[in-house]
């Protein structure tokens, strides 16, 4: 199994795969190739394509503009050339985001107050396969994912949003440092987080200095 780098600016080089080796052995222990790319149009075809029972979110309308190749990207796993499983980060500081989120979806949102920071990235488009659910591959990458954001967008914090069920989800399996409400948007459907039944949105969030600090127990995960 290898690492694709398919990147035009960010490279998984030799030194970031020495050190995330046990991540990168679980991959390849699971038949699985990693790839980083920057081709957000594809992966918004990719993900619309999946029947509603696979993949029943909106795209999410934050990876369709304002697109810089040199901090953002797109992850896939895939299976003897198939992909599998997705994820796409860019740098994008919350306030701009929440803005956004404003204009696009009405709705009663919640003052956060993250942690102070120089650089913020943003995480979204998270899907695996419905025949490959329960392999622990999402949270694997979502730990890659963050991984390149620290590591090589040398970001300060990354943030991602997703329906209020998923809070536990979000901190207990995913790592994240915290998740707490941001908003309740009547009309649901918040692309790439929830469906039209869902109303409530958390952000889960977490900075460098917290990543840096679970690394021990993230290895540990994977040795």
Same mark, same amino acid.
């Given at each position: 199994?290898a690492v694709?780098?398919?990147?035009?600016?960010?490279?998984?080089?030799?030194?970031?795969?020495?050190?995330?080796?046990?991540?990168?052995?679980?991959?390849?222990?699971?038949?699985?190739?990693?790839?980083?790319?920057?081709?957000?149009?594809? @992966?918004?075809? *990719?993900?619309?394509?999946?029947?509603? !029972?696979?993949?029943?979110? =909106?795209?999410?309308? #934050?990876?369709?503009? $304002?697109?810089n190749n040199?901090?953002?990207?797109?992850?896939?796993?895939?299976?003897?050339?198939?992909?599998?499983?997705?994820?796409?980060?860019?740098?994008?500081?919350?306030?701009?985001?929440?803005?956004?989120?404003?204009?696009?979806?009405?709705?009663?949102?919640?003052?956060?107050?993250l942690p102070?920071?120089?650089?913020?990235?943003?995480?979204?488009?998270?899907?695996?396969?419905?025949?490959?659910?329960?392999?622990?591959?999402?949270?694997? @990458?979502?730990? *890659?994912?963050?991984?390149?954001?620290? !590591?090589?967008?040398?970001? =300060?914090?990354?943030? #991602?949003?997703?329906? $209020?069920?998923?809070?536990?989800?979000?901190?207990?399996?995913?790592?994240?440092?915290?998740?707490?409400?941001?908003?309740?948007?009547?009309?649901?459907?918040?692309?790439?987080?929830?469906?039209?039944?869902?109303?409530?949105?958390?952000?889960?969030?977490?900075?460098?200095?917290?990543?840096?600090?679970?690394?021990?127990?993230?290895?540990?995960?994977?040795?």
């Amino acid at each position: 199994m290898a690492v694709i780098n398919n990147h035009s600016s960010i490279n998984l080089d030799s030194t970031f795969q020495s050190n995330h080796t046990e991540l990168l052995q679980f991959f390849y222990n699971e038949g699985l190739d990693v790839e980083i790319n920057h081709d957000f149009a594809g @992966l918004r075809t *990719l993900l619309l394509s999946k029947e509603k !029972d696979d993949y029943p979110y =909106d795209f999410d309308p #934050a990876f369709e503009s $304002e697109l810089n190749n040199a901090t953002g990207f797109v992850l896939y796993l895939k299976l003897s050339g198939n992909v599998v499983a997705t994820y796409a980060a860019k740098k994008l500081m919350y306030g701009t985001f929440v803005e956004g989120m404003k204009a696009k979806f009405d709705g009663t949102y919640e003052n956060i107050d993250l942690p102070a920071s120089l650089e913020e990235a943003y995480s979204s488009c998270q899907w695996v396969s419905k025949d490959h659910r329960g392999k622990r591959w999402g949270r694997a @990458l979502d730990h *890659l994912k963050k991984d390149i954001v620290f !590591d090589i967008l040398k970001c =300060d914090l990354n943030y #991602a949003i997703h329906k $209020e069920a998923y809070k536990d989800y979000h901190t207990e399996h995913l790592s994240y440092n915290i998740s707490e409400k941001i908003a309740l948007i009547p009309n649901g459907d918040v692309g790439g987080a929830g469906e039209v039944i869902d109303k409530v949105y958390n952000i889960a969030y977490i900075t460098t200095t917290q990543w840096t600090a679970k690394q021990s127990e993230i290895k540990a995960l994977y040795s």
